[in-house]
């Protein structure tokens, strides 16, 4: 058994993160997003949900392939096939972890499985016995568990502990647990089911009441959980997940409570928050703890002349512990190929070929041209443009001219490309954007109900790029757009057709949990 002193991270950004709308990615984000897990240092990354479609397999043989350091993981719903999917796309990792869930709730089992308590038990106990031909790393989820009956709780957690179940994951899927409660909950049926011991005990909270990250700490400290499921940033479904920053700098910055020991290098943390809202366009609110913009920022004067005094005053957590760095100027107009490169290679970057380095720099020296000082974060801006052009360009931009005077209707001319052919396009709108998009759809008449524009300032103060993010939505299906550069309404332009590109690509995806 694991040492019951530490406590196991496992990350599910690329799972259950990936379920909020809007927020799928492509394989190399996946890929890109799980090395700076690695970095992180996460002790298991939930790659994703191998049946869920060809794209979703194919992403965790990748990650599989590629990250050496962290346990891979594929979720399966407790059937043969989904676990023999989940097995294939593991099989290159060097650790892997089968993770099978069924719902044991009444709710759940009536009106969504359409099963009775008896058959879920049966499905549950053969689920593990099958999984156990491929690992013997394997977790369990009864879903729903916060609503589900305890005594029945008890005889499927006992009957999958025997099967060999590792891991019993306990998800309060609905967000609806309160911290002490909860607490109790899990410490009564680690006491009630007879083989408890046999293995770790973990929470996964989602944070409908805003309680996620206070759950899963009453998980740990109440119930004796040993692993905490999360997400960077707290993506995940509806509200989210539990907020892998937030639990970490929690148990970190109070170890004298906690007492549990964690692998994660929190240096990474900022890299990893900045990396993830970039490359799923779901932009970190200004006062989140620990990754938000201000969450080390002191406006008021009392405060300020205290943290020069003595940074404890009003400080319990070190900026740069949490990976908080000054923008730096890394390159400029002058910089070459070499120093490029190397610069992508210190951020973690690893394009797969010469070839996507060369347009990688290319597109580098065409923004220095345009903008003095590039620092990390247009790095990064500028590898996920790339990369989301290479995975799906049906739609290209080419170029824009706008024109806005007081007194006059906005008036925008936009070049883009379909698959390969140029078309030259014209609108007017109330605003510049809303000219941008009427040209736009003047040529593509996408159908797309924009439910979200918003815009921030990459690096800060003036001279940054923008970087703006659209939500578009057409019969159910809702993706993110996003699009950088120093002119925010070329930024709108490239983010609005990023988002006609997701559109365009009809990827099937099954929802594990419907
Ligand atoms: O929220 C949930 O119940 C889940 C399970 C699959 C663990 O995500
Ligand atoms: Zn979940």
């Known amino acids: 058994m694991p040492d019951p002193n530490r406590l196991i991270i496992f990350d599910t950004t690329l799972r259950d993160g990936e379920q909020s709308p809007g927020a799928s990615m492509t394989k190399d984000e996946k890929v890109r997003i799980a090395r700076q897990l690695e970095r992180l240092r996460v002790d298991v990354i939930e790659a994703g949900f191998a049946a869920a479609s060809p794209g979703d397999f194919e992403a965790i043989r990748a990650i599989a392939a590629a990250v050496r350091e962290s346990t891979i993981c594929s979720l399966s719903r407790a059937n043969d096939r989904d676990i023999a999917r989940a097995a294939e796309a593991l099989q290159p990792a060097a650790r892997k972890r089968i993770h099978t869930f069924i719902a044991t709730s009444p ?44 005594d029945f709780l008890c005889r499927v957690l006992e009957t999958v502990i025997a099967e060999g179940a590792t891991t019993i994951n306990f998800p309060d899927t609905v967000g609806y647990a309160v911290p002490e409660e909860f607490g ?25 009441l805003g309680l996620a990250v206070a759950n899963s700490l009453a998980g740990v400290a109440i119930g004796g959980a040993r692993q905490i499921e999360c997400t960077i940033n707290g993506l995940g479904e509806r509200a989210g997940n539990t907020a892998l920053e937030e639990v970490v700098m929690a148990l970190r910055t109070r170890a004298d409570y906690y007492k549990l020991a964690v692998g994660i290098d929190t240096t990474q943390i900022v890299p990893a928050s900045k990396m993830v809202s970039q490359i799923t366009g779901f932009a970190v609110q200004p006062n989140k703890a620990v ?19 003595a940074r404890e005053t009003y400080e319990i957590m070190r900026a740069e512990d949490v990976g908080w760095t000054a923008n730096k100027i890394v390159l400029g107009k002058l910089s070459g190929r070499n120093a490029f490169k190397t610069r992508l290679q210190e951020l973690g970057i ?11 720099f290319a597109r580098f020296k065409e923004l220095a041209d345009r903008k003095a000082e590039i620092f990390d974060e247009d790095i ?14 049906h739609y290209r931009f ?7 005077e007081t007194g006059e209707m906005p008036h925008a001319r936009v070049v883009f490309c379909i698959e390969g052919k140029e078309f030259v396009c014209e609108g007017t709108g109330d605003g510049p954007v809303d000219a941008v998009v009427n040209a736009i759809e003047s040529q593509v008449s996408s159908g797309a109900e924009l439910l979200l524009f ?15 993010t659209v939500r578009l939505s057409r019969s159910g299906r809702i993706v993110n757009g996003v699009g950088a550069d120093p002119d925010i309404i070329v930024a709108s332009a490239k983010a609005y057709i990023s988002g006609l590109n997701k559109l365009y690509s009809k990827v099937e995806r099954v929802n594990p949990q419907l």
């Open 291 to 309: 990754v938000g913009a201000n969450a080390f920022a002191h406006a008021s004067g009392i405060h300020q002349d205290g943290i020069l005094k």
């Open 107 to 150: 709710l759940h089992m009536q009106m969504k499985l359409r099963m009775e308590p008896e058959q879920v038990l049966e499905q549950a106990k053969l689920a593990i016995r099958y999984a156990r031909n491929h690992t013997d790393d394997i977790e369990f989820s009864p879903e729903d568990g916060s609503r589900s009956e305890e």
């Open 184 to 208: 109790m909950r899990i410490r009564r049926l680690r006491e009630r089911v007879p083989n408890s011991d046999k293995a770790v005990w973990s929470v996964h909270c989602h944070n409908d």
């Open 398 to 404: 080419v170029s824009l001219a706008q024109r806005s």
């Open 350 to 360: 690893e394009l797969e070929s010469e070839l996507e380095v060369n347009a990688a």
């Open 380 to 393: 990064m801006a500028l590898v996920s443009s790339e990369e989301q052009d290479h995975e799906s360009e």
């Open 454 to 468: 918003s815009i921030n300032a990459i690096s800060g103060g003036a001279q940054s790029q923008g970087e703006v």
